[in-house]
């Protein structure tokens, strides 16, 4: 059972972070499908993906009115920024390159990634294949260079965003647009109203929102149907399934889609200590990986290892097959850096669980309390959150 959600910081307020992002790193302040598919067992005990002969990754619909998409999405946010070291451009169009290699062609950004959506627009122009891609992208939130995070979800500022990330990424339209978060001001109504004119205008294709509670996606379905709502969901964040959001989503007929669903790679067991973070790793500052709280959530990687052993698979392939068997509106985005892991991910999608499995890694979830909440006090506007009624 998991405890803990984001605190809210005051309404209308601007809150410093202890770090500031230019558009490749953040940098923390001393104060704080023409191939077929194989999928064989290696010595490494993983699904490992033979590019050689590689099927069509399968798929999942977006909401009951959006299109077919690939059933795992690739979040790109690690490429830029958050997560330590940034390689160079070179490096990361490899890691794109071979994401379309696998299929793996549901992509997901944000405009405060870093230069994320600029990384992507050179890989458009530089490959010529748009097209191949489902492209969803975010705006609201907003980090300024000296490290101040504030979020505007009102209508001018809407428009004004999707104008940029179209002329970042260099596409005349976005696939899927995100509210990123909600500013605690403008009114849900609102700020939907300001997303469907843009889908009108065939900016966008479909409309999603994130980190919202189960009455504001009830109030925006009104305005206009929601296609997808994005928030964390894993091992390490079951509040939708306590809060009525994955209740009413199911209700409307709105995908879910999880960020974060290796718990920000701590379930993989890659990290043994916070020591393991990069300097300028986000995840420092995050309270579920204190120095205090770390090795109480390590109960929780340990046990889904044994499970992961006993199959053949790694942990990161068994965490992110449950989260898939938890539903068919469930798309998942995990994010990485390395080819490697990418390649491992992919390998996740023909990862099949026993309801018996699926029983026994329920249990480990849910007798291991997790420790700390998923973000410090006041770093994000809210997490579920309600806006002022019309």
């Known amino acids: 059972m998991n405890e803990g959600r984001c605190i809210k910081r005051t309404e209308g307020s601007v809150l410093k972070l202890p770090f500031h992002i230019d558009r490749h790193i953040i940098h923390f302040k001393k104060t704080s499908n023409k191939h077929q598919t194989n999928i064989k067992q290696t010595s490494k005990q993983h699904i490992h993906i033979q590019l050689s002969k590689m099927p069509r990754l399968p798929t999942r619909k977006l909401g009951k009115y959006g299109p077919e ?26 890691v794109l390159d071979q994401a379309v290699e696998l299929g793996q062609t549901n992509w997901d950004t944000a405009d405060m990634y870093g230069d994320s959506e600029d990384l992507l627009g050179k890989w458009f122009k530089r490959t010529g294949k748009r097209d191949q891609i489902f492209l969803a992208t975010k705006f609201a939130n907003k980090i300024d260079a000296a490290g101040n995070f504030s979020t505007d979800s009102s209508p001018g500022y809407v428009k004004e965003a999707c104008a940029k990330s179209l002329q970042r990424l260099g596409v005349k339209t976005i696939d899927l647009y995100y509210c990123h978060r909600v500013d605690g001001k403008t009114p849900i109504e609102k700020t939907v109203e300001a997303m469907a004119e843009l889908k009108r205008d065939g900016k966008v294709k479909y409309l999603g929102l994130s980190e919202v509670s189960a009455k504001t996606i009830r109030r925006a379905e009104k305005v206009h149907h929601i296609d997808a709502v994005q928030i964390e969901y894993s091992p390490f964040a079951l509040d939708i399934e306590q809060n009525d959001v994955l209740k009413t989503c199911r209700q409307l007929g709105i995908a879910i889609v999880a960020y974060s669903p290796l718990g920000r790679g701590f379930l993989t067991g890659q990290y043994k200590s916070p020591a393991d973070f990069e300097p300028t790793d986000f995840r420092r500052i995050l309270p579920r990986f204190s120095a205090e709280n770390f090795p109480k959530n390590l109960v929780l990687v340990n046990d889904l290892a044994k499970i992961a052993s006993a199959k053949g698979v790694t942990s990161g392939q068994l965490t992110l097959a449950w989260l898939a068997a938890q539903g068919d509106d469930v798309i998942s985005i995990p994010g990485t850096k390395k080819i490697k892991y990418l390649d491992e991910n992919v390998g996740a999608l023909h ?3 026993s309801r018996e499995e699926e029983r026994e890694i329920r249990t480990a979830i ?8 998923r973000y410090p006090a006041g770093m994000s506007d809210s997490c579920f959150a309600d806006t002022p009624e019309l």
Not at 72 to 91: A, C, I
Not at 366 to 373: A, L, Q
């Open 351 to 353: 990862v099949q669980l």
């Open 69 to 94: 998409v690939v059933a795992q999405g690739f979040g790109t946010m690690g490429l830029s920024t958050f997560y330590g070291k940034v390689d160079s451009e070179e490096e990361r169009f490899k």
């Open 366 to 373: 849910e007798k291991v309390v997790v420790s700390g909440t």
